[in-house]
């Protein structure tokens, strides 16, 4: 078990790794991102990726105050579920509205890698390339799809 502060220097240590090896890698459209913190240019709209000691996620989350919009940004996804399958081997779990830990209704789309741990320095390699491939691969659905999400920045 690792102090408060141990867990939070190997989690520091962790994205400054994945940080940077990420910055090897460019846009769909050829260009410098930070993949860490992805930026979708759409208000309510992110790219998540979180580790623990027990999973790798990565999501895409909708967490828009008026629900009713909220809603239909998850349906304009829903419009391109054909399209997003096209670019992931694996079935992303699809939430329509649910709420978080803090209570907050929220809709997601989201992908885990069970059985590896932030802690466990041997998991890095399988953490980082799970986020990487899906990272880019979101990217390359992003670019393709998100003139279509114009009407809610």
């Known amino acids: 078990m690792y102090s408060k502060e141990e867990a939070q220097q190997i989690r520091t240590k962790f994205w400054i790794s994945f940080g940077q090896y990420m910055k090897l890698h460019l846009s769909s459209e050829g260009e410098s991102i930070n993949w860490v913190n992805y930026k979708t240019g759409i208000k309510d709209l992110f790219f998540k990726t979180d580790i623990s000691n027990k999973s790798a996620k990565i999501s895409i989350e909708i967490t ?88 809610f920045k």
């Open 64 to 151: 828009h105050k008026d629900l009713s919009i909220q809603e239909l940004m998850y349906e304009q996804f829903q419009e391109f579920q054909s399209m997003f399958h096209s670019y992931f081997d694996e079935e992303w779990i699809w939430s329509k509205q649910y709420s978080d830990e803090q209570g907050k209704i929220i809709s997601s789309i989201e992908l885990t890698l069970e059985g590896v741990s932030i802690f466990r320095e041997s998991d890095w390699v399988i953490i980082i390339n799970f986020l990487k491939t899906n990272l880019i691969n979101l990217d390359g659905f992003w670019n393709d799809v998100k003139d279509s999400f114009e009407m």
